[in-house]
């Protein structure tokens, strides 16, 4: 039916400082930049199947304890224990140590505005 949603075809997260996140997540994560960005308050990264856009915030992050408390990001990677051990190794908090999951092998972090994020095997 012409009416109905579709489903998920792009992501943002709202950010306190859109370069530190971006060096953040294509250093560290390994997620490519895209070249150009029509919005100077935000950058689209190259991600696969769904692109994620890393916006400079709208609102007040400070006001909740938590961002993004009950919503999980799933990110695949092809090895999610050398992505971990990489993001441990730069001081990244990593919230759930890499194990066997449903999934394969999975772990979980914290981004530097405090969004927890499960990467896993898929």
Do not use: H
Request: net charge negative.
């Amino acid at each position: 039916m012409p009416d109905n949603a579709i489903g998920p075809n792009f992501l943002t997260l709202q950010v306190r400082d859109v370069e530190r996140s971006v060096r953040f997540y294509t250093e560290l994560v390994g997620f490519p930049a895209a070249e150009s960005s029509k919005n100077p308050d935000a950058v689209v990264l190259e991600t696969r199947p769904i692109k994620v856009a890393l916006r400079r915030a709208g609102i007040d992050l400070d006001a909740v304890p938590r961002l993004g408390w009950g919503v999980v990001l799933w990110i695949k990677a092809e090895d999610p224990d050398g992505l971990a051990a990489k993001l441990a190794a730069a001081d990244v908090t990593i919230t759930k140590p890499p194990c066997d999951g449903f999934c394969g092998r999975e772990f979980q972090f914290r981004d530097p505005d405090g969004y927890e994020l499960t990467v896993y095997e898929g």
